[in-house]
């Protein structure tokens, strides 16, 4: 299993990105997912959760201005983010589990490398 995401970078507060991971190993059509993000002394934050039914779940903080989609033929989750603020500047994640829960990212199951996101 291989998550690979993509489109992280800079942009000013108010300002909009949209992450991809891209999957190989593993189908997203059917399955779960998360979108989790990790700040320098945070912990690993769960903000977009898609689940295997297809309903979606999503931290308080991103509600209204996150959202998950999925492009099954492209086998790709992306997380559209708008309305981009300071605090929501960290390393994003994807991974082939929802439900993920441990103080730091990446410590067990299939991850993504992380991409970064800083808001200014």
């Known amino acids: 299993v291989q998550l690979v995401e993509s489109g992280g970078g800079s942009v000013q507060a108010g300002g909009s990105l949209r992450l991809s991971c891209t999957a190989s190993g593993f189908t997203f059509d059917g399955s779960g997912m998360g979108w989790y993000r990790q700040a320098p002394g945070n912990g690993c934050e769960l903000i977009a959760a898609?689940?295997?039914?297809?309903?979606?779940h999503y931290e308080d903080s991103v509600k209204g201005r996150f959202s998950v989609s999925v492009d099954n033929a492209k086998n790709t989750v992306y997380l559209e983010m708008n309305s981009l603020q300071s605090k929501d500047s960290a390393v994003y994640y994807c991974?082939?589990?929802?439900?993920?829960?441990?103080?730091?990212?990446?410590?067990?199951?299939?991850w993504g490398q992380g991409t970064q996101v800083t808001v200014s």
């Open positions: 898609l689940w295997s039914d297809g309903s979606t």
């Open positions: 991974a082939a589990d929802p439900a993920y829960q441990a103080s730091e990212c990446r410590l067990f199951g299939n």
